[in-house]
C-alpha cells in the first residue's frame, strides 16, 4: 500500500514569512495528493488539492506542488497569519494515507 | 445544510465494554471513511467503504468492526479486543469511484476508556 512521509513535524515561523511543507510518497499510481488543516478538536478540512496531470496549483496565498519522477509534494504558505496555526496534513492515493503531520506555529 | 455529523462528541467507557461511535452523513457520498488519531500523531485509518454493503480494514482495524447497511451510516464498534481504544475518532466520506476524491470529516468523537 501506499506509504506517505511528512516533513517537519513541527515548524515555526513569523508573521509574513513563508511556509513550506513537503511530503514524499511510494506509490507511483497515486494520482492524487490533497492537503487538509487541522485545528485543534476539530476534523481537517482540505485547503488544496492536486492530481498527477498537473505540476503546480495555487489559491492566493497557499500553493501545492508535484514532482511525479521524485514522488514528492510540496505545500507553500506565503505572507503567513496567525490564523493559519493549525496541523496540516497531506495525502496520497484513493485509499488516503496520511502523512503524520506539521503542527504550524505563526508568531505575531 | 449538507454535511457529515459524528456522535457523541464526548465518550466515556469503562474497560471491557463495547462502544459504538456514530457517523451520519447526507452529502449523498458512496464512500465513507474511519480514522483513529492519536495525540500529536496522524490519521490511521481503521476501516473503510466504498459501498453500501460492503467495507475494507484498513491499517489498524484489530479490534474494531463496522457496519454500512445505508447509504447515509457507518457506524464504528470499538470493541474490547481493542488493546488501547483511548482516541480521537474521525470519520469521513466521499464521492467515491467516478467523483472526486475530497474527504469531507466529521467534527470527531473523543472516546475516553478508564
Known amino acids: 500500500g501506499e506509504n506517505v512521509e511528512q516533513h517537519p513535524s513541527t515548524l515555526s515561523v513569523q508573521e509574513g514569512d513563508s511556509a513550506v511543507i513537503k511530503c514524499t510518497y511510494s506509490d507511483s499510481a497515486s494520482n492524487y495528493f490533497p492537503w487538509y488543516k487541522q485545528e485543534l478538536g476539530k476534523g481537517p478540512q482540505l485547503i488544496i488539492d492536486?492530481?498527477?496531470?498537473?505540476g503546480e496549483k495555487k489559491d492566493q496565498r497557499i500553493a501545492v506542488t508535484l514532482n511525479k519522477t521524485a514522488k514528492h509534494f510540496s505545500l507553500h504558505i506565503t505572507e503567513t497569519q496567525p490564523e493559519d496555526s493549525a496541523v496540516y496534513f497531506c495525502?496520497?492515493?484513493?485509499?488516503?494515507?496520511f502523512g503524520a503531520g506539521t503542527r504550524l506555529t505563526v508568531k505575531p | 445544510d449538507g454535511g457529515i455529523t459524528q456522535s457523541p462528541k464526548y465518550l466515556f467507557r469503562k474497560e471491557g465494554q463495547n462502544v459504538t461511535l456514530s457517523c451520519e452523513q447526507n452529502l449523498n457520498h458512496d464512500a465513507m471513511y474511519w480514522y483513529r488519531q492519536d495525540p500529536g500523531q496522524g490519521l490511521r485509518l481503521i476501516y473503510y467503504?466504498?459501498?453500501?454493503?460492503?467495507?475494507q480494514k484498513g491499517d489498524i482495524a484489530e479490534g474494531y468492526s463496522v457496519s454500512r447497511e445505508k447509504k447515509e451510516s457507518f457506524p464504528l464498534t470499538v470493541t474490547s479486543a481493542q488493546k488501547n481504544p483511548t482516541a480521537f475518532y474521525l470519520c469521513a466520506s466521499s464521492a467515491g469511484r467516478g467523483g472526486s476524491y475530497e474527504q469531507y470529516f466529521g467534527p470527531g468523537t473523543r472516546l475516553t476508556v478508564t
Open positions: 495525502a496520497a492515493s484513493r485509499d488516503m494515507r
Open positions: 492536486i492530481r498527477s496531470n498537473v
Open positions: 467503504s466504498q459501498i453500501v454493503n460492503d467495507f
